[in-house]
C-alpha cells in the first residue's frame, strides 16, 4: 500500500480515555487523552464501574477533539485502530464499540491492537533502525511482561508477573504510606529524600532461570514493616517523620528495581539481546531508567537502550494508531464481530 496512511487510534483499557491521529507510524498529527485520576485518587486504585462511566462520557469528545487538532476529516482517515485487550472489559467495551461504530460508519478498514504491544511500539516510534534482536519490558499498573522482539507484529512473551504487577505495587505500598495517588509518582519523589539501603526488603526472583516476576511479597513485607507482624501498629506511619517514609519508599523503589533489571538482564542473554525497549506508565520513573541504562552498558558488547517519551508512557492513543500502522502495512485487519478481552489472547 503506498501514499500516506492516517490511522485513528483510540485506548480505553483502563482509566484514560484517549484518542490520536498518527501518519505513517511515526508522525502525530493529535494526541489527546482525557484523565481520570482525580475520580479515582480517593480510592486509592481505578474502580470499574466509574472508569466505564467516564469513558461513555468522553469517548466521542475526545474523537472528535483529536480529529479537529489533526486538521483533517473523517475522508482522510485510512482505518481505525483500538486497543481491545488486555485491560478491563468494562473500560475496553466501550473503546472497542466507538471504534467499530465509526469503522461500519465511516467505512474504513478496523484494526484490533493489543495494549501492551502498543506499549511496547512506544519505546521503537521514533527509531528508524532497531537493532534486532530486542528484548522488551513493559511495565504498568496492571502489568509487568518481557518480550522477545523481531518485529512489531510478532513480539513473543518471554515472561509475566504471577501476581502484583510493579505498577500496582507501587500504589499499594504508596497507600501504606498515605502518600498520594497514583502511586508510582508519589514514591519516586519521596524517594529521592530517602536511603536506598536504609531497609533490606526482600527481591523475588522466582528461581534461577525464571522470567516472570511478583511482587506480592515485597508490598507484603512493607505492610509488616510499617505495622508489625501482628497488624496491629496501623497508626506507626502517621508517627513516622519524613525522613523515615522516605527510607521506606527508596528501599522499596530499589528493590522493585532490581527484580526489574535483573529480569531483563536475564532475558537479554537469553536471546542475544542488541537493544532493549522500556515502555509503560513505570517506564516513567528516572531510577528504572538509570538502572537499566547501567545495565545495558556494563554488557560486553554494551547493548542499547530505547524507552518510550515520558508523554508516552502512561496510556495513550499515539501507540495505538503508531502499531496500527504495521498491521496496515500488513492488511491485517478485523470485522466488526471483534470483542474485548480482559487478557491477551
Known amino acids: 500500500m503506498n501514499g500516506t496512511v492516517n490511522i485513528l487510534g483510540i485506548e480505553t483499557s483502563c482509566d484514560e480515555t484517549a484518542a490520536a491521529v498518527v501518519v505513517d507510524g511515526r508522525v502525530v498529527r493529535s494526541s489527546v487523552v482525557a484523565s481520570q485520576v482525580k475520580l479515582h485518587e480517593k480510592y486509592g486504585g481505578v474502580v470499574p464501574e466509574i472508569a466505564s462511566r467516564a469513558h461513555l462520557e468522553k469517548i466521542y469528545p475526545v474523537i472528535n477533539e483529536a480529529i479537529e487538532q489533526a486538521q483533517i476529516s473523517a475522508d482522510d482517515i485510512d482505518a481505525v485502530a483500538v486497543a481491545c485487550q488486555p485491560g478491563l472489559t468494562v473500560a475496553l467495551i466501550v473503546g472497542v464499540t466507538a471504534a467499530k461504530t465509526l469503522s461500519l460508519f465511516w467505512e474504513k478498514p478496523l484494526i484490533a491492537i493489543d495494549h501492551l504491544h502498543a506499549h511496547l511500539q512506544s519505546a521503537v516510534m521514533a527509531e528508524e533502525n532497531v537493532q534486532l534482536p530486542a528484548v522488551a519490558l513493559i511495565v504498568s499498573g496492571g502489568h509487568t511482561s518481557l518480550y522477545d522482539y ?98 521506606i519508599a527508596a528501599s522499596f523503589q530499589t528493590a522493585v528495581v532490581d ?61 495505538v494508531a503508531s502499531l496500527a500502522y504495521h498491521k496496515f502495512k500488513a492488511e491485517l485487519f478485523t470485522d466488526l464481530m471483534l470483542e474485548p478481552c480482559a487478557h491477551s489472547r
Do not use: H, W
Not at 514514591?187 to 516476576?213: C, H, M, N, V, Y
Not at 541504562?293 to 508523554?311: E, V
Open 259 to 319: 527484580v526489574l533489571v535483573e529480569k531483563t538482564r536475564r532475558a537479554a542473554e537469553l536471546i542475544g539481546a542488541k537493544t532493549v525497549l522500556l515502555g509503560g506508565g513505570v517506564a516513567a520513573n528516572s531510577c528504572l531508567r538509570k538502572s537499566l541504562q547501567q545495565m545495558c552498558d556494563s554488557a560486553r558488547p554494551a547493548r542499547k537502550l530505547l524507552i518510550a517519551p515520558k508523554q508516552y508512557c502512561t496510556d495513550n492513543a499515539v501507540m
Open 150 to 247: 523481531r518485529s512489531p507484529l510478532e513480539p513473543k512473551l518471554l515472561g509475566s508477573t504471577i501476581d502484583d504487577a510493579a505498577g500496582e505495587a507501587f500504589d499499594k505500598v504508596a497507600t501504606i504510606l498515605k502518600l498520594p495517588y497514583p502511586g508510582g509518582p508519589s514514591i519516586e519523589k519521596t524517594a529521592q529524600k530517602g536511603r536506598p539501603d536504609a531497609i533490606e526488603f526482600p527481591r523475588s526472583l522466582l528461581g534461577k532461570g525464571s522470567l516472570d516476576f511478583s511482587f506480592s511479597g515485597i508490598k507484603t513485607a512493607v505492610l509488616y514493616y510499617c505495622r508489625g507482624q501482628d497488624m496491629k501498629g496501623r497508626d506507626r506511619v502517621a508517627a513516622m517523620t519524613q525522613k523515615q517514609i522516605a527510607d
